[in-house]
């Protein structure tokens, strides 16, 4: 303060008695000489530049909000400095007195960067604090994580991607990613520092990929972050903590609802749920899950990964890393008296001969096979060498499910405002379920031939018993005008 008092004496610009009322009104040096008309806002930055040297931050340059945003707004406010821009490892930092600008406590918060200062007028911080800040926010990194997830969950995103090349944060929205804000390299660096320090993950380790979760607004995120060619690229997950989803939400008719509730209710055989991946199978199962009475029945899953926390149900992760696999907890599993398993995917022969098996020993088995629809699950089991007799014991209910993406019914999916030029509105579920009971199974065990089955033939059985199969059941969207003819081959 001594110094720049000094200059402006000198300058002649202000008298010893200026300086005796700057001391008592106690406000800061700048403010003082603006709001009493000794400067306008540009002339005092010209003057302090001219005087001492420093650049000038004009009133319109572009700043980066996101740097802003990971200061404490207290720490802004009190030292009177504003974050600029972070250019090949310099930090440009601006003042109104560049002599007061904290350096340390800067570089406490963002690592030892160099710092360029820059002077500016007090008010450009007050007005950018006001744009960046809201009321109640108090800024800094965790703030800017939070102020992440929560645009996230408004805009009912999935999953957050931070990438590192930009470097820029991407939501995917409706099946697709949009740009959400962008960063500066600095805040890119700590907001992923930040990440992995909630998610116990290893902040030196930047050459392995790394896995971890953490919990924000009654939401548990699934982090990965892998190394790219550019830096560390960091994948959110956000997963509802209380799983929302029911039987009667995901798309099911009543009809449907209703044969899935009598094979649930069974104390023992093995229901599958097929489909690509992403298109809801283990929301299926979850839902599944949910009406199962958890409280006195032993239900226990095995996941890889665990995409929901679900009460009464405990659940175990796959670690293939240490070698847990799938087939290998589910053999001591057997050991801890369960009623119901949930084997999040059966993929390889040992997990599907354990599986059926304990389907054959009083157990009700829920899994999910990567596979078309259940005639081709089916098929899957078999090629995996499970024996067609075990199969036609054991399966009581097989589900083939599809997501698929609504056209916007405003544009009839060809782009507007509503659906932002995506031409899609949301997406809708449709099933195929095949209940397994006494006359369909043998039926099948007559078209067995040799102990062999025909996809094909599978396909006529279920038609027969008066089943919608997949493909009637996605033309009908068709019909609705819900989907095109067009997209149906990619559907299937
Ligand atoms: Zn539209």
Aim: net charge negative; with cysteine.
């Amino acid at each position: 303060m001594e110094q720049v008092l000094e200059a402006l004496l000198e300058d002649g610009i202000i008298t010893e008695r200026d300086v005796a009322k700057i001391r008592k009104s106690k406000k800061d040096v700048s403010e003082y000489l603006i709001e009493e008309g000794f400067f306008g806002e540009a002339s005092y930055c010209d003057w302090f530049s001219r005087t001492f040297g420093f650049d000038q931050l004009s009133d319109s340059e572009y700043l980066d909000f996101s740097l802003v945003k990971i200061f404490p707004k207290s720490l802004i406010l009190e030292h009177k400095f504003l974050p600029v821009r972070y250019i090949n490892g310099e930090l440009e930092v601006a003042s109104p007195n560049p002599f007061l600008i904290p350096f340390r406590k800067i570089q406490e918060f963002c690592g030892a960067v160099k710092i360029r200062s820059l002077v500016c007028s007090p008010f450009k911080i007050k007005r950018t604090v006001e744009q960046v800040f809201k009321d109640s926010q108090k800024g800094g990194v965790e703030e800017l994580v939070e102020y992440i997830v929560s645009s996230a969950i408004d805009m009912k995103a999935t999953d957050i991607h931070i990438f590192p090349q930009g470097p820029c944060v991407k939501f995917r929205v409706a099946g697709l990613l949009q740009k959400f804000m962008d960063l500066s390299d600095l805040s890119f660096q700590l907001l992923v520092n930040r990440i992995k320090v909630m998610s116990d993950l290893d902040i030196a380790e930047r050459r392995l990929p790394q896995d971890g979760r953490f919990s924000i607004l009654d939401h548990d995120v699934r982090v990965s972050v892998v190394p790219t060619s550019y830096g560390e690229k960091v994948a959110l997950r956000i997963l509802k903590r209380d799983f929302g989803f029911s039987l009667q939400n995901i798309g099911l008719t009543d009809y449907q609802i209703n044969i899935v509730r009598q094979s649930i209710s069974k104390r023992s055989g093995f229901i599958f749920v097929v489909g690509p991946t992403g298109h809801g199978k283990t929301t299926t199962v979850y839902s599944m899950l949910k009406e199962i009475d958890r409280e006195r029945l032993n239900t226990i899953s095995i996941e890889d990964p665990i995409e929901y926390t679900l009460s009464g149900v405990t659940q175990i992760q796959v670690n293939e890393d240490i070698g847990l696999s799938f087939a290998k907890i589910l053999r001591h599993i057997l050991r801890q008296d369960p009623d119901v398993i949930f084997v999040g995917e059966i993929r390889d022969s040992e997990t599907a001969d354990i599986a059926l098996k304990s389907a054959l020993t009083g157990h009700l088995v829920l899994t999910t096979i990567h596979a078309r629809d259940v005639a081709s699950g089916i098929l899957r089991l078999i090629d995996l060498g499970v024996s067609v007799d075990i199969i036609l014991s054991t399966v009581i209910l097989g589900i083939s499910q599809r997501l698929i993406r609504i056209l916007c019914d405003f544009c009839n999916g060809e782009g507007c405002d509503y659906c932002r030029y995506t031409r899609f509105r949301g997406f809708e579920g449709v099933f195929e379920i095949i209940p397994f009971d006494e006359d369909l199974v043998s039926k099948i065990k007559l078209a067995a031939r040799d102990g062999n089955l025909i996809e094909s033939e599978l396909r006529k059985i279920f038609k027969h018993f008066g089943f919608t199969l997949l493909r009637d059941e996605i033309m009908e969207k068709v019909q609705q005008k819900k989907i095109r003819e067009s997209d149906v081959f990619e559907i299937l």
